[in-house]
């Protein structure tokens, strides 16, 4: 876990579960884990999907783990599989985690133009949410934009995500992209702009994870600045 480079993360992976003395499932599963992290790192989507699809099989963290092969299945452009893992993952999860699945899920649609489904599974986070509520919201808002419906108070909404903590970070890309929708250019080109800037110097994983999302980013940036 604590290895610098994916190669070294992947070394230490295959050696600890290489070995011959006995592993609980736990320690065999969070090894797997560290193995999918390297590969997915390496852009080795598809070994990375077999890999947590192996660590499934052990039952410790399932919901977790179905995150990761949806992760990995979404890259290797497998929409399908990554929606099956990540209904999964929503199913399996605890209470505390629904919303947090349910949004992934959603976010997923959304990203494959899926907008009724997108709907049907933001709305669900919304309801389940807690501290990310307001994103939630504003998620599901941009998702019925997307799919072409008239939506009211789009203001009340960008404020109230603008205002929670959960604004920053991820839902940086979400108010963006509504305050584009709104027609408040400037305010929307600072949001994208901060938010690919941010994307860029995470984590490895992450970053990579989120490229669907910086695509979309820069891509109404491109749209702002030809007009």
């Known amino acids: 876990m604590a290895a610098k480079t994916a190669v070294t993360r992947a070394k230490h992976a295959r050696a600890g579960l290489a070995t011959r003395a006995p592993l ?35 039952d410790v963290l399932p919901d977790v783990l179905h995150q990761d092969a949806a992760r990995a299945a979404f890259a290797a452009g497998d929409v399908d599989a990554a929606v099956s893992h990540l209904r999964s993952a929503a199913r399996r999860g605890p209470a505390s985690r629904r919303s947090f699945h349910l949004w992934t899920l959603g976010s997923t649609l959304f990203l494959a ?4 489904e997108a709907i049907a599974a933001l709305s669900r ?27 009211r108070d789009l203001a009340a909404t960008i404020d109230d995500l603008a205002e929670a903590p959960c604004g920053q970070g991820y839902g940086r890309f979400v108010l963006g992209h509504l305050a584009y929708a709104a027609g408040h250019w400037g305010t929307a080109r600072r949001w994208l702009e901060a938010f690919v800037k941010r994307v860029a110097v995470g984590k490895s994983a992450m970053t990579i994870a989120l490229e669907p999302e910086v695509h979309m980013a820069r891509a109404t940036l491109k749209k702002m600045a030809s007009n």
């Open 125 to 151: 986070a919304a309801r389940w949410g807690q501290r990310e509520k307001p994103l939630y919201r504003a998620h599901l808002t941009l998702a019925r934009i997307a799919g072409g419906e008239e939506v």
């Open 113 to 116: 133009h899926r907008y009724p």
């Open 24 to 58: 609980d499932p736990t320690t065999q599963a969070m090894l797997l884990r560290q193995l999918y992290l390297a590969l997915f790192e390496c852009r080795k989507f598809e070994r990375a999907l077999v890999i947590a699809t192996q660590a499934l099989e052990l």
